[in-house]
């Protein structure tokens, strides 16, 4: 397994330089002592509890896994006593509301820790990681009986949330769930029904695990209109906020999967169990469409994770390893071969590492502060900063995963042989980066909400909203210097407007041509996102070379370069197979399909 070294360097300059976090937080109501020093100070302690603490247990719980008995689910070792230390540290609250015992702090810093453990050891962090998507649902729509009971100890870590949607006849398409709410004389329910692929269902590492759960009430309309949200704890909570009698929540089983084996997937029976209902009758689906938002960005962060470990395990292989002389010729002239950095292919593999990882970052960490902005600014800067969020969450959810998985597998490729065998760790890696493109929506999910509901949904007024923001940047920045970035930019976003005109106007006459489309669609916009941010590193590294730290911004606008010429160009793909239609697609007859 790659030695993990948290890219501190790489954070501050994103953080700091590029997002002018200092600044903007200054600007911002209830967080103007959020100062560069007590930021990096935090990041500082971060860095070394997820390189001392989590990543030397990456490979362990990768091999031992979790192991279940009789409804009772134990992690791997060293995992409960990390979580301990995690809670004991104050790395739960961090990010969390002050009125419920958080600490306050900016949703990017939450973010950027998050970075800093799910790389070091991603199995681990899905234990904590939900929880911050039920800390927002209860904050958002639970009445305040149910924030005085269950905020508190879920917001320091003592317990942790799940999220509970999926059952075996329903995925993705939640109007079929069956699970059922009966309601009780004392305002409370009696749950019924079962979930899979729940997370962190069932585990040894917190005292009480809170579900928050999706069922229908009797008599409810059919479909998505007919859903509740509630919530459902393992431990019953008394009235003062401690822990009661044992709910009927049991864990019949846990998945045998792929990858991230440290983390428990669990299979959960709700007999007759005690839930609260959340929010309004019938509701539940928009209610948890706020969990399901939180978590979309956690889990790009998860993509960004991958890309980055599977980059610095392949740098320092491809540093070390010796193969074959270079082209140009001998660079290590006193040994039997080169290594392998010199040669071409190799260098294509690790700058598009390079490029995902640092275009993602520099992607996801300015949606956080968009989830601050909708936070806490003024009511036309939130506006304007939730609908930004609502174009871009689903494509840093789908594209980032799947950037960071194409980044993942790039690492095993760099190892050749090495890369595929257990020792070296890098297939580890790739295991699992797979899910987090299936999970909080899959790709293609995530690809008909962006030009389903997002941009064709909203007559093109959130896209808009975005692609003003390029035409400023690029007017506002435009000059000799510059052009090999704007001049680009410029004419990617008119094409943008206008290929997204074009299958609104198909879909008008075939829906098909959306859905055809989608896919495509979503990697077209990942491309020109990424875009936008890589041409604002370079901008600012011309700025900045002749400083003290000139290698730096040298290499970010090598980059830049790099995946303006060779990474941008991916979108000529997309956007022939967008004008392509849907026939290809549809015309085969279903029982054409055949073996």
Same mark, same amino acid.
């Given at each position: ?40 100070? !935090?990041?500082?302690?971060?860095a070394r509890f997820s390189e001392d603490v989590l ?7 990768? $091999? ?5 008995? @009789? ?29 419920? =015992? ?15 453990? =799910? ?89 009480n695990i809170v579900h928050i759960v999706l069922a ?21 909570? #008394? ?20 990858? !991230? ?17 959340? =929010? ?8 948890m469409f706020t969990f399901i938002n939180t978590s ?38 006193? =040994?039997?071969?080169?290594?392998? !950095? ?29 989830? @601050? ?6 009511? $036309? ?41 257990? *020792?070296?760790?890098? *297939? ?52 000799? *210097? ?22 609104? #106007? ?13 896919? @495509? ?75």
């Amino acid at each position: 397994m790659p030695t993990y070294k948290a890219p501190l360097r790489e954070i501050h300059f994103v953080m700091h330089e590029l997002l002018e976090s200092e600044s903007f937080y200054k600007r911002l109501p209830g967080f103007e002592d959020v100062t560069r020093d007590l930021m990096d100070a !935090i990041l500082k302690e971060a860095a070394r509890f997820s390189e001392d603490v989590l990543a030397p247990l990456n490979r362990q719980g990768d $091999e031992q896994g979790c192991s279940w008995d @009789d409804g009772e689910v134990m992690t791997p070792d060293g995992f409960a006593a990390a979580y301990k230390q995690y809670v004991k540290n104050g790395w739960a609250s961090l990010a969390a509301d002050r009125e419920h =015992g958080g600490q306050g702090m900016p949703n990017l810093l939450g973010t950027i820790v998050n970075e800093l453990a =799910g790389t070091a050891n991603w199995s681990w962090l899905m234990y904590p990681g939900l929880s911050h998507g039920a800390v927002k649902t209860i904050e958002s729509h639970g009445d305040p009986d149910q924030q005085r009971k269950f905020l508190p100890k879920l917001i320091t870590g003592e317990w942790t949330g799940t999220m509970c949607l999926t059952e075996s006849q329903c995925g993705s398409d939640l109007g079929l769930l069956q699970t059922k709410a009966e309601p009780q004389k004392d305002g409370s329910y009696i749950l019924s029904g079962t979930k899979i692929f729940i997370s962190a269902g069932e585990h040894d590492m917190a005292e009480n695990i809170v579900h928050i759960v999706l069922a229908r009430l009797p008599d409810a309309p059919a479909g998505t209109k007919g859903i509740s949200l509630f919530i459902v704890p393992k431990y019953n909570v #008394e009235n003062d906020g401690g822990i009661g009698s044992r709910n009927n929540v049991l864990c019949t089983s846990i998945e045998k999967k792929m990858g !991230i084996h440290g983390s428990a997937t669990c299979v959960l029976n709700f007999d007759e169990a005690k839930g609260f209902l959340i =929010g309004p009758e019938n509701k539940g689906l928009a209610c948890m469409f706020t969990f399901i938002n939180t978590s979309r960005i956690g889990t790009a962060i998860q993509g960004l994770a991958h890309a980055e470990l599977s980059f610095q395990g392949a740098l320092s292989y491809a540093k070390d390893r010796l193969a074959m002389r270079s082209l140009a010729g001998p660079v290590n002239a006193d =040994g039997p071969a080169d290594p392998i !950095i010199v040669h071409p292919d190799i260098r294509r593999m690790l700058l598009t590492q390079k490029a995902l990882s640092e275009g993602s970052r520099a992607f996801l960490y300015y949606l956080s502060q968009l989830g @601050d902005l909708v936070d806490a600014g003024d009511e $036309e800067r939130a506006r304007k900063a939730n609908d930004l969020m609502a174009l871009l969450t689903p494509i840093g959810k789908a594209f980032v995963t799947e950037s960071g998985f194409e980044a993942a597998n790039l690492g095993i490729q760099i190892y050749g042989g090495h890369g595929f065998i257990r *020792e070296w760790g890098m *297939e580890q890696i790739v295991r699992d980066a797979r899910i987090a493109m299936i999970y909080e929506g899959t790709t293609g999910i995530q690809a008909l909400d962006l030009l389903g509901r997002k941009v064709l949904g909203s007559g093109g007024k959130l896209l808009v909203g975005f692609t003003t923001i390029l035409e400023n940047f690029c007017d506002e920045n435009l000059n000799e *210097e510059t052009a090999a970035f704007i001049d680009p930019l410029k004419r990617y976003k008119d094409e943008w407007l206008k290929i997204s005109m074009e299958i609104g #106007e198909r879909a008008i006459k075939d829906p098909n041509e959306a859905g055809a489309a989608a896919y @495509d669609y979503l990697m077209y916009s990942g491309y020109i996102v990424l875009g936008y941010f890589w041409a604002r590193m370079a901008i600012l590294s011309q700025k900045k070379i002749g400083s003290s730290d000139t290698s730096f911004y040298e290499a970010k606008l090598i980059t830049a370069k790099f995946y303006f010429e060779r990474i941008l160009p991916r979108t000529r793909y997309h956007c022939e197979s967008i004008s392509s239609g849907a026939e290809n697609l549809m015309d085969m007859p279903a029982d054409m399909f055949s073996i």
